[in-house]
């Protein structure tokens, strides 16, 4: 993951790259901000730490003209404590806003949430994750194995049919696995009876 560092009090940006490089992530930083946007959407990072007091245009300016072609995540890290800063901040598509002095536990701790999120964003659907009993939301896509509705779209409306997978939605999160074969055996059941009921006309 690229974090580029958009900070011009060279202190801390030296002190921000230290921290995010010894937790592993790979930091750029800007040192000349007269085309931040241009440079931003050049360098392509994962996320942007963005303070708000910059040379030439404010963090806030820089963050809407981002928003116009990059949802790129952005944390602001900046010294202006007011409500109504960080109430613009997320305005203008902020994801986080973060004032300074930081606690650096904490700014990794939203960085990883905000990135979390980022990812998230690109899954289609909330997979279930089936225990005994009860289901579960998970993130990663989940086989459930032993259990074909596909003939049942009607009757189950919320089952998304693929070749190889069954997958469910969240709006079919409170369904087991248990619950789901058992409705399942009743929709066969009652297909065979129509079935018999058929023949016997």
Partial sequence: ????????????????KLLLENALYQVTVLTEFH??????LQIEPDLLLLDVNLPQQSGFEICKS????????????????????????MLQGGDAY??????????????????????????????????????????????IDKLSLTSHKAAAPHAIQSPKLQIFDQAAAPVCQRDCMH?????????????RRDLGD
């Fill in 66 to 89: 981002i928003r116009k072609t990059s949802d790129v995540p952005i944390i602001f890290l900046t010294s202006r404590t007011d409500s109504m800063d960080e109430l613009s901040g």
């Fill in 98 to 143: 973060i004032t300074k002095p930081f606690q650096p536990p904490l700014l990794l701790a939203h960085i990883a949430a905000v990135l979390k999120r980022a990812k998230k964003a690109d899954v289609p659907h909330v997979r279930l994750k089936l225990s005994t009993g009860k289901a579960s939301l998970i993130k990663k896509i989940r086989t």
């Fill in 1 to 16: 993951m690229n974090i580029l560092i958009i900070e011009d009090d060279a202190a801390i940006r030296q002190e921000l």
């Fill in 183 to 195: 409705f399942a055996g009743r929709l066969r059941g009652c297909k065979s009876k129509q079935n």
């Fill in 35 to 40: 085309h931040v946007v241009e440079d931003i």
